[in-house]
């Protein structure tokens, strides 16, 4: 499992950071380290008290190690990702946004075993806390678990991508 959390202060309003991370059409974080091919983003809807947004993205990631492509569909380096993004907390000084990813173009026998054992568990969470009207403090934590038979570079990979997404969401914002 890799978990990696960052926190920082950056010089904007709680809302202007908000719409920064999921409502511009930018998706900057990615163009450094993928290839963005499709992004379909469908509009906030409120479930079970929450506002709830799903997302597909489909990318190419020249840098997935040949023991992971073995498990894709395409039996290349595209993955096609379902993004959920659930508030869990919405005031005017605080916000907690969690995501969870699923990868969608899994073979068909390991996209079975994969959603009912969990074994590829990708996790965000993102706390706005607005220290007044102009700074507001980020947090995100990041946690992959990815319980399928992995060599050292399948962990290197992981690691390295994570760091550097996270990274990149940062700098967005910055």
Wanted: aromatic share 8%; charged share 30%; proline share 3%.
């Amino acid at each position: 499992m890799t978990i990696l959390e960052k926190t920082v202060c950056v010089n904007k309003s709680i809302d202007d950071v908000f719409d920064m991370f999921y409502e511009d059409k930018n998706v900057g974080i990615f163009n450094e380290h993928m290839q963005l091919i499709e992004f379909e983003k469908n509009d906030w809807v409120v479930k079970r008290k929450m506002k709830q947004r799903k997302e597909i993205i489909y990318v190419y990631i020249p840098d997935i190690p040949d023991e992971a492509v073995t498990y894709l569909n395409e039996k290349d380096k595209y993955l096609r990702i379902q993004v959920k993004n659930k508030i869990i907390t919405q005031t005017p000084t605080h916000q907690k946004i969690k995501t969870k990813f699923k990868i969608l173009n899994v073979n068909p026998f390991f996209k079975t075993i994969i959603n009912d054992l969990h074994i590829v568990d990708i996790k965000n969470t993102i706390t706005l806390d607005a220290k007044n009207t102009n700074d507001t403090d980020i947090k995100i934590k990041i946690k992959v678990s990815l319980n399928i038979p992995k060599t050292k570079k399948i962990n290197e990979f992981i690691s390295d991508l994570v760091n550097k997404l996270m990274n990149s969401a940062l700098a967005l914002v910055s």
